[in-house]
């Protein structure tokens, strides 16, 4: 194998543990803590915000602006650095 097919190789390989760690690192079941805002987001209390993803639970969540919820679930986070849970189970937090 010549010096250049080993360099090309290596590369590749390179890129495909990148492609492949992305897929994985997509998801990532969290638990969060933080005030619901007006804009029915959850803000936990480094400042993080996070959107909530349409499904059973979401509007119970996102109706309650000013509430404090830990909430336990899947969050994606695209591109840009936008975060989205999409919450499995909540509570209320006093």
Request: hydrophobic fraction near 45%.
């Amino acid at each position: 194998m010549t010096k250049r097919t080993r360099i090309t190789m290596s590369i590749l390989a390179v890129f495909l543990m990148a492609a492949f760690a992305g897929n994985i690192l997509a998801g990532e079941a969290k638990t969060i803590v933080g005030i619901v805002n007006d804009d029915g987001q959850i803000v936990d209390d480094s400042g993080a915000i996070f959107k909530i993803a349409e499904n059973d639970n979401s509007n119970e969540v996102s109706e309650n602006s000013g509430t404090k919820f830990e909430v336990k679930g899947m969050v994606e986070e695209d591109s840009d650095g936008n975060k989205t849970i999409m919450i499995e189970s909540f509570k209320i937090l006093e």
